[in-house]
């Protein structure tokens, strides 16, 4: 079982940050940030420390929202079933800096982009979860 931790970051305008993937042989996709927990690692403080990874920031992301498992492909190749936590954080703006990448973020292309709800519902390539406009309704726990 792969534990990983997902944060659903939106900015002050409600536009929604992901990251473009383009493994090879396969469709480039879209993702929240985040990634797989480290040994002995909770879901919190994983979210926390690929946010600041993969972003520059280096805040707490409060309580999960949502939870699934999920059967996919890592971008090694590898299948996975998959333990995802969702953590939901809005900040006012930030500019990504992604002087955190792994090298297997980098050689994907990892790139960024954020999204309005509108684009998220039609765009072309895949955006991963599926249901990511549902779990932005959720409300972040008090």
């Not at 999920?70 to 936590?85: H, I, K, N, Q, Y």
């Not at 050689?107 to 779990?135: K, Q």
């Amino acid at each position: 079982m792969r534990r990983a931790a997902r944060i659903l970051l939106s900015d002050a305008q409600g536009c929604v940050l992901l990251f473009r993937y383009s493994p090879p042989g396969r469709r480039a996709f879209w993702c929240a940030p985040g990634g797989e927990c480290d040994p002995g690692e909770d879901f919190p403080a994983a979210a926390r420390r690929e946010l600041r990874e993969e972003t520059g920031l280096d805040i707490d992301c409060g309580s999960e929202i949502a939870a699934r498992a999920d059967d996919f492909v890592t971008l090694e190749g590898e299948p996975v079933r998959s333990d995802e936590r969702f953590f939901r954080v809005e900040i006012e703006a930030h500019d990504v800096v992604d002087h955190g990448r792994t090298e297997l973020e980098v050689a994907m292309g990892m790139t960024h982009r954020w999204f309005t709800r509108d684009e998220i519902a039609g765009w072309a390539e895949p955006i991963f979860p599926e249901n990511l406009l549902a779990l932005l309704d959720l409300k972040v726990p008090a």
